[in-house]
């Protein structure tokens, strides 16, 4: 049998073929045309989107941070309040934040901060200095060590650390002997510290010590740390053996346990009528200190011998009639807390006398309803008001004013000392300590008061008065069980009927 074989193309003629059938397909075939052109749109879009995208991001970078970069976080860890971009608003003096990090180590969140700080103001400026390619920077500004991620602020020969670890605030775990962060406070450092390089001097406050007084260790830290950042030396002070420094912008009374001498008080009284302020704050111990009440009786005031307790349930803790939420009074020192609670435990009346010089002018701050009365025996009460409990509106705190010769003295009280306790002002978030250092700081004379919070990263409290737990607890415990009753027996109903 014979076999036949086709005869295959040599190379040359396969190259011949393609050349002249499927190259000449591809280019003026109608379906290769087509595939061509959109083949080519293609690639041109694709080619423009790009060039789009690099313009943009081009433009995008020269945008100020607080426009090209979202603060997504919860806390808005590295945005800035309206107090700092007042501040930085009113700059008139060259500033520089030397950023103290290792190039590829930096805190992402401080980094980001520094951002929105150079943007904000033309009179800021960031700089980040490596501290292995210039070991000796921070000596020219401070002998200690600094510390990786700290900011030194710099304005004209004044200059002022801000440490990383001041930033970042830390609590410990006893049971686990462990640290976890809780707060960052950038913002208020570093605008604090912006405000020290420019001012020209700082204020001073004394704080009266020798008759048992709390000293400003012993409060809320969140009420110290308002008074640094506003830029406020704190010295103590002792009237047995000293006068009261000419260079006070204010002396602070912090609950005295025992009582002053008639000279000690003078002191006070001869300071407020020469212009002098005085921030005071008592507890009620259930003792007379007639040298101390003659302080407030010559302005106009006396405290209750015994507590103010509250009838109104929207105006108390739960099932304590005892701490006072009070009414808060419009007042450019209350406008910080304006939104807050304050509590008041254990806090007296500031009662008016039935004759004063027209000469003072007192302003209430802290109010109760017009519901509370006083409890003359704490210690043995029932907490009902009865038919002989004197009842009405009292003050908690007030502003009292008097000018004599052309000099103004203010003397602010708050009848409850027991607010700045720790306790007492982390259950209302901090909101105690700022109106406390918003009080203090309005007696000196700073430039700008810097009375900016921490951020949290961990809770903040919520505050329910006694009728607010009242009214849930009937929700949760009568209503919503009632109505899934009521859901279950329709549905059982229908079921039945079926």
């Given at each position: 049998m014979m076999k036949f074989f086709k005869k295959k193309p040599d190379q040359g003629e396969r190259k011949k073929i393609l050349t002249k059938q499927h190259f000449k397909e591809i280019f003026t075939g109608e379906e290769n045309k087509r595939h061509l052109r959109h083949g080519s749109y293609s690639s041109a879009m694709t080619v423009i989107v790009?060039?789009?995208?690099?313009?943009?991001?081009?433009?995008?970078?020269?945008?100020?941070?607080?426009?090209?970069?979202?603060?997504?976080?919860?806390?808005?860890?590295?945005?800035?309040?309206?107090?700092?971009?007042?501040?930085?608003?009113?700059?008139?003096e060259d500033v520089t934040l030397y950023y103290i990090a290792r190039n590829g180590s930096e805190d992402d969140t401080i980094e980001k901060l520094l951002d929105h700080y150079e943007d904000l103001s033309s009179h800021i400026t960031v700089e980040q200095k490596d501290p292995d390619l210039y070991p000796k920077f921070t000596s020219q500004y401070t002998s200690e060590e600094v510390a990786s991620d700290s900011v030194i602020v710099v304005c004209g020969e004044k200059s002022k650390v801000v440490s990383g670890d001041d930033m970042?605030?830390?609590?410990?775990?006893?049971?686990?002997?462990?640290?976890?962060?809780?707060?960052?406070?950038?913002?208020?450092?570093?605008?604090?510290?912006?405000?020290?390089?420019?001012?020209?001097?700082?204020?001073k406050i004394?704080?009266?010590?020798?008759?048992?007084?709390?000293?400003?260790?012993?409060?809320?830290?969140?009420?110290?740390?308002?008074?640094?950042?506003?830029?406020?030396d704190v010295e103590e002070l002792s009237l047995m053996t000293e006068e009261i420094p000419k260079d006070a912008s204010c002396i602070v009374i912090m609950a005295p346990t025992v009582d002053y001498s008639s000279e000690e008080a003078n002191k006070v009284i001869g300071y407020l009528e020469n212009g002098g302020n005085v921030l005071m704050f008592t507890n009620y111990t259930g003792t007379d200190m007639p040298n101390l009440d003659s302080i407030l009786e010559n302005y106009g005031v006396t405290r209750s011998s015994g507590i103010v307790v509250e009838s109104d349930s929207q105006h108390y803790y739960p099932q304590m009639p005892y701490y006072l939420l009070p009414e808060i009074e419009t007042n450019d020192i209350t406008d910080e807390v304006k939104d807050n609670y304050i509590l008041m435990p254990v806090a007296?009346?500031?009662?008016?006398?039935?004759?004063?010089?027209?000469?003072?002018?007192?302003?209430?701050?802290?109010?109760?309803?017009d519901g509370a009365y006083i409890e003359e025996d704490p210690d043995n009460s029932t907490w009902s008001k009865s038919d002989d409990s004197v009842t009405g509106t009292f003050d908690l705190g007030v502003i009292i004013t008097e000018t004599v010769d052309d000099?103004?003295?203010?003397?602010?009280?708050?009848?409850?000392?027991?607010?700045?306790?720790?306790?007492?002002?982390?259950?209302?978030?901090?909101?105690?300590?700022?109106?406390?250092?918003?009080?203090?700081?309005?007696?000196?004379?700073?430039?700008?008061?810097?009375?900016?919070?921490?951020?949290?990263?961990s809770y903040s409290n919520l505050v329910f008065t006694d009728a607010e737990v009242g009214f849930w607890s009937v929700v949760t415990i009568i209503l919503i069980p009632a109505v899934m009753i009521v859901i279950g027996f329709v549905i059982w109903m229908r079921r039945r009927k079926r």
């Open positions: 790009i060039a789009v995208i690099v313009v943009i991001n081009l433009i995008a970078a020269q945008l100020p941070s607080d426009v090209r970069q979202i603060d997504v976080s919860t806390q808005k860890l590295y945005s800035v309040t309206d107090e700092t971009k007042e501040i930085l608003e009113n700059l008139d970042w605030e830390t609590s410990i775990d006893y049971y686990s002997y462990s640290y976890s962060t809780t707060g960052f406070d950038g913002e208020g450092q570093i605008t604090s510290a912006i405000s020290y390089v420019t001012s020209d001097h700082n204020e004394y704080w009266i010590t020798g008759h048992g007084e709390s000293q400003i260790s012993d409060l809320t830290s969140n009420f110290s740390d308002a008074i640094e950042k506003s830029n406020v007296q009346a500031i009662l008016p006398l039935e004759s004063y010089r027209d000469t003072i002018t007192i302003t209430s701050l802290l109010q109760t309803t000099k103004e003295g203010k003397l602010i009280y708050f009848s409850c000392a027991n607010m700045l306790n720790s306790q007492i002002d982390q259950a209302v978030s901090g909101a105690n300590a700022k109106l406390a250092a918003a009080a203090a700081v309005s007696m000196c004379d700073v430039e700008e008061s810097v009375l900016i919070e921490s951020k949290r990263l």
